[in-house]
């Protein structure tokens, strides 16, 4: 069974103050491991898609990056509108296209 | 990407009575998807709504307590039968889009069954 475990649950970050989210996983076959922004009240949008080990994508403040084993979001400068719960999930090589999400890393961002 | 609308927004909803779900996107896709995200739970894949043909549900989920229609390629519905407290929760619609496939989510509908 697919598995995904997110650290820290819950993270409070000062203006401008790094940091990296974790995403561990196991899977049968990584087809895409995925991460996803929620805010309160919103469906998840999302950020990026990492297929295979080494690969990084970045999009503003956020770089993802993934290994056999695990992700990273790191957050640069992170400024009050990052905050939000980011999602990771992965979806499998073989069976249908099923997402396996975690519980997802609560972000908040302090002026 | 997709443009993802759903119906309702939120609703309460007595234990015993039954809520349809709307999902429409703004282009034709071949695969739909519904989720719950229970409090302080991951979002769960309840089906996926297949166009012409029965959902499949994943394990845990039945066909009569979670009905889909989809009867076109832009628009499907989820009904939850039966409620019961333990059915409050965020129903997400999404839809895979893309050369990749990737899933996009509409904006969800917030369900309290008291």
């Known amino acids: 069974e697919d598995q995904v475990t997110q650290s820290p649950e819950a993270l409070r970050l000062q203006e401008g103050e790094s940091s990296s989210l974790n995403c561990s996983y196991t899977v049968s076959g990584l087809r895409g491991l995925f991460w996803y922004r929620q805010d309160p009240g919103k469906g998840p949008e999302f950020l990026f898609t990492l297929y295979s080990a080494g690969e990084e994508k970045e999009k503003e403040r956020l770089k993802a990056t993934l290994t056999k084993k695990e992700s990273f979001l790191h957050i640069t400068a992170p400024k009050p509108e990052d905050s939000a719960t980011y999602l990771c999930?992965?979806?499998?090589?073989?069976?249908?296209?099923?997402?396996?999400f975690g519980k997802g890393n609560q972000v908040v961002v302090i002026p | 990407s997709a443009v993802i609308s759903q119906k309702p927004s939120r609703d309460i909803c007595q234990r015993g009575t039954s809520l349809t779900i709307q999902c429409q996107v703004d282009s034709q896709v071949t695969m739909m998807f519904w989720y719950r995200q229970q409090p302080g739970q991951s979002l769960t894949l309840i089906a996926t709504a297949n166009q012409g043909s029965e959902a499949t549900y994943e394990s845990g989920f039945v066909i009569d307590k979670f009905p889909i229609s989809r009867p076109n390629l832009t628009f499907s519905t989820l009904t939850v039968s039966n409620m019961s407290p333990e059915d409050s929760s965020i129903y997400l619609c999404?839809?895979?889009?893309?050369?990749?496939?990737?899933?996009?989510f509409g904006p969800g509908t917030r369900l309290l069954v008291l």
């Open positions: 999930a992965v979806q499998a090589g073989k069976g249908n296209n099923r997402l396996a």
């Open positions: 999404s839809v895979a889009a893309g050369l990749r496939e990737t899933q996009y």
